[in-house]
């Protein structure tokens, strides 16, 4: 997608909610698709970290790495009322580690709706001469 570039967008998909990414690398890829999936139903623009939270994924797999991201993420969501407005990864033993600067997402303005679910439908992690990319899509 793009040369040396992070980012994310959303893209539009019958009721559901579809997410690109791209990054140089891998965790950077996933860090941008969370970003990217919580910036779609939150204005984090504004909100400052209230406390960090640490999660280790693990996935034999690369897409597996990311469906298990964005799982936590809402799981974390469902459980705590808390969402990232920033994130963290590095490899460890066995997985990757999640640092997660967590939010109370009941105090920021909701801007569209809330994902329930990782779809494996159409999902991809892959790396080209680029860098890498992901596309997932959310039930919301």
């Known amino acids: 997608m793009r040369h040396n570039v992070s980012g994310h967008r959303s893209v539009p998909h019958t009721a559901d ?3 690109e990414a791209w990054a140089p690398t891998r965790n950077g890829c996933i860090r941008q698709a969370v970003l990217g999936t919580v910036e779609s139903f939150l204005d984090t623009s504004s909100a400052t970290a209230q406390q960090t ?3 280790r994924i693990t996935a034999n797999r690369d897409d597996d790495l990311l469906v298990a991201a964005l ?5 974390l969501l469902e459980t705590t009322g808390q969402a990232p407005a920033d994130l963290r990864l590095s490899e460890a033993d066995g997985g ?5 600067e967590m939010i109370d997402a009941g105090a920021v303005a909701q801007v569209g709706a809330v994902p329930k679910a990782v779809s494996l ?9 680029h860098g890498w990319q992901c596309s ?3 039930d919301v």
């Open 53 to 55: 939270r640490r999660r």
């Open 96 to 100: 990757v580690d999640m640092t997660l």
């Open 121 to 129: 439908n159409d999902l991809c992690l892959v790396r080209d001469e």
């Open 71 to 75: 799982e936590e993420v809402i799981y």
């Open 17 to 19: 909610l579809r997410i």
């Open 136 to 138: 997932v899509t959310l």
